[in-house]
């Protein structure tokens, strides 16, 4: 029984079991071969993309985070009187600028920054939201020392980010007011405005350089990598005038225009020599380091700018061209009595009736009626000719901007009575210089010299190529020497105690000279009481080494002469000059005894 119960041993060998698959073990290698494959492939493509073809663009995408381009400072030439003073100098000052984006990420940081800077805090406020998207902007261009050292306060106080300096240059003129029409003045770009730096920008200019700079997260520059172009400093250049005489000649005019309560008025002094402006200035004033803003009836250089009818200035001129042309001696006698003479339908007057004079008498007391009738024995080509040589109705080249020609009607379109006009100082219009110009004709036995403010000396030539004058004049012949030394001899009585102008005598100096009272034409015409007080001559008249011009522009005191406004002036300045120029005397007698002086056998 035991037996028959008992179930057979199952063999585990022989058991059916489930065929299970077997994987595929090349496709799946494949598989993963390929993916990698694919991604090194793309892998490579892109570095080769990024190595090879966006080279460039990476790189510069790169620099831009850190790589700057920034500016070397460049100082624009300086300007220097003839004896090397400074009279126009650039002074490095700091500039700051900010980044927008930086500094609006901080607002609340910006008034006392804008405390710093001298601004609104909701101005500046507005000024960084307009420019949020720029990585630059100029906050304050050359600011003060004590604004610089607010603002750098400021920046360390706050902990503001965004805010940095750079150097620039600014223009400072040490005359001031007493320089100022002839200097001008230049703009926040350093670029000439007004004046002599106007005039000779190209020669005064500088040029900036470039450098590629490294600067950190804050705009600090770390290291200088490169130099991309080096700076190219201005020119300096020397003027004509002399400190010395120019301060001398600015604090006589202006006395002169404050005791006389007059509107303005400009004095210019030539060396007759050279033709070398020494000293050159005007009323009203203004100073370039300050007033810049003032209006141009301030700015202006009326020596070059303004016009007048010269007066009796011209009278010297008249008996010049007459003299020429062998048509009068120094003695020959003109009636000029009753001290009228008609032209036309109008009228000559003199202020007295002098009787008959001598061509010398003419000139020391300015008969308007002896001038015209000499001027009545040339034809108008005649004396139109002599006016037009001496540079009437012509600019004089000095360079200056702005500077007037004046205006000098053709002879074929004058009228007898404007003939008559001419001989005493009406129906033309001149300058202050363009008058000493024609002064120094005279002074210079009949020779015009080209006028300048560049000083003449070889040694600091300046070619034309680089925006100044050729210093090197050509010298024209206008008169002869006996004709112009004639004048001069007459014209030393007109400062003499019978001349209109023994205000102008200098102790020890020969003077010559001439007075010019024009009355000042209006809408109305010449009416309203305005006049233009003038006072040319030259020292010593033996010899000549000077010029000068004055103008006292509508005297509103009870005196309005020539003689007794201008030549004051002319005695005070030319004083100086001679003494500050070493001219040694040419007359041992006294001047105010001129009158009495025995005649000479």
């Given at each position: 029984m035991a037996t028959r119960n008992r179930r057979p041993r199952r063999d585990l060998s022989t058991r059916a079991r489930p065929l299970r698959a077997k994987p595929n073990l090349p496709l799946r290698r494949r598989l993963l071969v390929g993916l990698l494959s694919g991604a090194f492939v793309l892998?490579?493509?892109?570095?080769?993309?990024?190595?090879?073809?966006?080279?460039?663009?990476?790189?510069?995408?790169?620099?831009?985070?850190?790589?700057?381009?920034?500016?070397?400072?460049?100082?624009?030439?300086?300007?220097?009187?003839?004896?090397?003073?400074?009279?126009?100098?650039?002074?490095?000052?700091?500039?700051?600028?900010?980044?927008?984006?930086?500094?609006?990420?901080?607002?609340?940081?910006?008034?006392?920054?804008?405390?710093?800077?001298?601004?609104?805090?909701?101005?500046?406020?507005?000024?960084?939201?307009?420019?949020?998207?720029?990585?630059?902007?100029?906050?304050?261009?050359?600011?003060?020392?004590?604004?610089?050292?607010?603002?750098?306060?400021?920046?360390?106080?706050?902990?503001?980010?965004?805010?940095?300096?750079?150097?620039?240059?600014?223009?400072?003129?040490?005359?001031?007011?007493?320089?100022?029409?002839?200097?001008?003045?230049?703009?926040?770009?350093?670029?000439?405005?007004?004046?002599?730096?106007?005039?000779?920008?190209?020669?005064?200019?500088?040029?900036?350089?470039?450098?590629?700079?490294?600067?950190?997260?804050?705009?600090?520059?770390?290291?200088?990598?490169?130099?991309?172009?080096?700076?190219?400093?201005?020119?300096?250049?020397?003027?004509?005038?002399?400190?010395?005489?120019?301060?001398?000649?600015?604090?006589?005019?202006?006395?002169?225009?404050?005791?006389?309560?007059?509107?303005?008025?400009?004095?210019?002094?030539?060396?007759?020599?050279?033709?070398e402006v020494l000293a050159m200035v005007n009323q009203p004033g203004y100073n370039p380091n300050a007033d810049r803003d003032s209006g141009s009836d301030r700015r202006r250089n009326r020596a070059l700018t303004d016009v007048m009818e010269p007066g009796s200035t011209l009278k010297p001129f008249v008996v010049a061209a007459a003299l020429e042309r062998g048509l009068i001696t120094p003695t020959t006698r003109i009636a000029t009595g009753p001290g009228t003479l008609k032209v036309g339908s109008n009228v000559v007057k003199d202020v007295h009736n002098y009787g008959t004079l001598d061509v010398t008498g003419v000139i020391t007391k300015s008969s308007n009626v002896g001038s015209v009738k000499i001027a009545q024995k040339m034809d108008y080509a005649s004396l139109w000719g002599l006016y037009d040589q001496l540079g009437f109705g012509h600019a004089t080249g000095v360079g200056f901007p702005g500077e007037s020609a004046g205006r000098l009607r053709h002879y074929s379109r004058w009228r007898p009575f404007e003939h008559a006009t001419m001989a005493f100082g009406y129906s033309l219009s001149v300058t202050s210089l363009q008058l000493a110009q024609a002064y120094s004709v005279l002074a210079a036995d009949g020779i015009k010299r080209p006028v300048t403010l560049i000083k003449r000396d070889p040694a600091l030539a300046l070619g034309t190529d680089e925006g100044t004058p050729d210093p090197v004049s050509k010298e024209i012949r206008i008169l002869s020497a006996d004709t112009a030394r004639k004048v001069r001899a007459m014209m030393e009585t007109v400062v003499s105690d019978q001349g209109t102008a023994k205000r102008a005598q200098i102790a020890g100096y020969r003077v010559g000279g001439k007075t010019g009272t024009a009355k000042k034409a209006g809408p109305g015409g010449y009416g309203g009481g305005r006049y233009q007080s003038v006072f040319a001559g030259f020292v010593p008249a033996g010899r000549p080494r000077l010029a000068m011009v004055v103008m006292i522009d509508e005297p509103g005191g009870s005196s309005y002469y020539g003689g007794l406004v201008a030549a004051p002036v002319f005695q005070k300045v030319m004083e100086g000059a001679l003494r500050l120029f070493n001219v040694p005397p040419d007359d041992p007698v006294p001047s105010m005894l001129l009158a009495h002086r025995e005649p000479k056998p």
């Amino acid at each position: 029984m035991a037996t028959r119960n008992r179930r057979p041993r199952r063999d585990l060998s022989t058991r059916a079991r489930p065929l299970r698959a077997k994987p595929n073990l090349p496709l799946r290698r494949r598989l993963l071969v390929g993916l990698l494959s694919g991604a090194f492939v793309l892998l490579s493509g892109a570095v080769f993309y990024r190595q090879v073809i966006e080279t460039d663009f990476l790189q510069n995408e790169g620099e831009r985070r850190y790589l700057r381009i920034g500016e070397i400072a460049a100082r624009r030439g300086m300007v220097t009187d003839r004896n090397g003073e400074p009279l126009a100098v650039s002074t490095p000052v700091e500039t700051v600028w900010a980044d927008p984006r930086k500094l609006a990420q901080n607002l609340d940081a910006l008034p006392p920054l804008a405390i710093a800077l001298g601004f609104a805090p909701d101005a500046l406020r507005e000024k960084i939201e307009t420019n949020r998207e720029r990585g630059f902007l100029y906050l304050k261009r050359r600011v003060s020392f004590d604004e610089a050292r607010a603002v750098r306060l400021a920046i360390a106080e706050h902990n503001i980010d965004g805010v940095d300096f750079e150097t620039e240059y600014r223009r400072f003129y040490p005359g001031a007011e007493v320089f100022g029409h002839v200097m001008g003045f230049t703009d926040i770009e350093d670029r000439g405005q007004e004046g002599v730096e106007l005039a000779y920008d190209q020669h005064l200019k500088s040029e900036p350089g470039l450098r590629r700079l490294i600067r950190d997260g804050r705009q600090r520059i770390v290291q200088e990598v490169e130099q991309i172009r080096p700076p190219r400093q201005g020119k300096d250049l020397v003027l004509s005038l002399d400190r010395r005489l120019q301060f001398l000649a600015y604090r006589e005019l202006l006395t002169a225009v404050k005791e006389h309560k007059a509107k303005g008025g400009t004095v210019v002094v030539l060396d007759v020599n050279t033709g070398e402006v020494l000293a050159m200035v005007n009323q009203p004033g203004y100073n370039p380091n300050a007033d810049r803003d003032s209006g141009s009836d301030r700015r202006r250089n009326r020596a070059l700018t303004d016009v007048m009818e010269p007066g009796s200035t011209l009278k010297p001129f008249v008996v010049a061209a007459a003299l020429e042309r062998g048509l009068i001696t120094p003695t020959t006698r003109i009636a000029t009595g009753p001290g009228t003479l008609k032209v036309g339908s109008n009228v000559v007057k003199d202020v007295h009736n002098y009787g008959t004079l001598d061509v010398t008498g003419v000139i020391t007391k300015s008969s308007n009626v002896g001038s015209v009738k000499i001027a009545q024995k040339m034809d108008y080509a005649s004396l139109w000719g002599l006016y037009d040589q001496l540079g009437f109705g012509h600019a004089t080249g000095v360079g200056f901007p702005g500077e007037s020609a004046g205006r000098l009607r053709h002879y074929s379109r004058w009228r007898p009575f404007e003939h008559a006009t001419m001989a005493f100082g009406y129906s033309l219009s001149v300058t202050s210089l363009q008058l000493a110009q024609a002064y120094s004709v005279l002074a210079a036995d009949g020779i015009k010299r080209p006028v300048t403010l560049i000083k003449r000396d070889p040694a600091l030539a300046l070619g034309t190529d680089e925006g100044t004058p050729d210093p090197v004049s050509k010298e024209i012949r206008i008169l002869s020497a006996d004709t112009a030394r004639k004048v001069r001899a007459m014209m030393e009585t007109v400062v003499s105690d019978q001349g209109t102008a023994k205000r102008a005598q200098i102790a020890g100096y020969r003077v010559g000279g001439k007075t010019g009272t024009a009355k000042k034409a209006g809408p109305g015409g010449y009416g309203g009481g305005r006049y233009q007080s003038v006072f040319a001559g030259f020292v010593p008249a033996g010899r000549p080494r000077l010029a000068m011009v004055v103008m006292i522009d509508e005297p509103g005191g009870s005196s309005y002469y020539g003689g007794l406004v201008a030549a004051p002036v002319f005695q005070k300045v030319m004083e100086g000059a001679l003494r500050l120029f070493n001219v040694p005397p040419d007359d041992p007698v006294p001047s105010m005894l001129l009158a009495h002086r025995e005649p000479k056998p």
